[in-house]
């Protein structure tokens, strides 16, 4: 049986990186005490989800600039002018695999779970872990 839990993630700025590594703790305590994968989404196309370094907010920061960067001079034609969020979204992606035992994320001792946002502000983004059983 596939089971399910949310948060949601409130960002302030057009691109922002995010730190969520205890909201999905959270979420997958609620879940369970076992062992197993766990599967993170964001149900949305304009921010993604990773994983990177959790100490130095220098890291988030300069990696937004970087993604910036990455975007392409090409003229998009989508109305909304979010095109370039879409296709970073596409590069990053809206999904990680991560395996925990005893209910506990196995993350290596600099690793965070982040969220990403390209194209805010939004009020609440949302996030779910699933897990079988
Ligand atoms: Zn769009």
Redesign the pocket.
């Known amino acids: 049986m596939l089971r399910e839990q949310s948060f949601s993630v409130r960002t302030t700025a057009r691109e922002q990186i995010l730190l969520i590594t205890p909201d999905v703790q959270g979420a997958l305590s609620a879940l369970t005490l076992s062992d197993g994968i766990a599967t993170i989404i964001v149900p949305h196309?304009?921010c993604a989800i990773s994983v990177n370094e959790n100490a130095d907010p220098d890291v988030p920061a300069d990696l937004t600039k970087a993604l910036r960067a990455l975007v392409p001079k090409v003229r998009f034609a989508?109305g909304?002018g979010?095109?370039d969020?879409?296709f970073l979204s596409l590069l990053i992606g809206t999904s990680l695999s991560w395996p925990y035992r005893n209910g506990q994320l196995i993350l290596g001792t600099w690793q965070g779970i982040y969220f990403i946002e390209l194209?805010g502000p939004r009020p609440a983004r949302k996030v779910t872990v699933y897990v079988n059983g």
Request: aromatic letters at 0%.
């Open positions: 196309t304009t989508h909304e979010n095109s969020a879409h194209d």
